[in-house]
Nanobody, 121 residues
Framework: QVQLVESGGGLVQAGGSLRLSCATS????????VGWFRQAPGEEREFVAV???????IYADSVQGRFTISRDNDKNTMFLQANSLKPEDTAVYYC???????????????WGQGTQVTVSS
């Protein structure tokens, strides 16, 4: 059974940092691209970052230079280091896995349940 479980969300002041984790099981993690998406209230779920099995990364323009995605294949876990957080980063953050390097959510068949990130001004 495929499982992705996010952790590390919370409430932080603008300018602060959070480190999100996503523990996975049930699929060949090291053969998959893994990524983060986020969804703010009333908004569509949007791409944040992806890291493929060759450790190549792609970021949304809105987080480039502030967020860093990484993975630990030994632990089947991925991370998102979010620095210089802004109120507009407030959203539920989801981790996801895809057999191909992708940035569209329809290309990710496996999803976590999400973790809330709230950035206060």
């Amino acid at each position: 059974q495929v499982q992705l479980v996010e952790s590390g969300g919370g409430l932080v002041q603008a300018g602060g940092s959070l480190r999100l984790s996503c523990a996975t099981s049930g699929f060949a993690f090291n053969n998959y691209a893994v990524g983060w998406f986020r969804q703010a209230p009333g908004e569509e779920r949007e791409f944040v970052a992806v890291i493929d099995r060759a450790y190549s990364t792609i970021y949304a323009d809105s987080v480039q230079g502030r967020f860093t995605i990484s993975r630990d294949n030994d632990k089947n876990t991925m991370f998102l280091q979010a620095n210089s957080l802004k109120p507009e980063d407030t959203a539920v953050y989801y981790c996801a896995a895809s057999a191909h390097t992708a940035i569209k959510r329809e290309h990710f068949p496996f999803w976590g349940q999400g973790t809330q990130v709230t950035v206060s001004s």
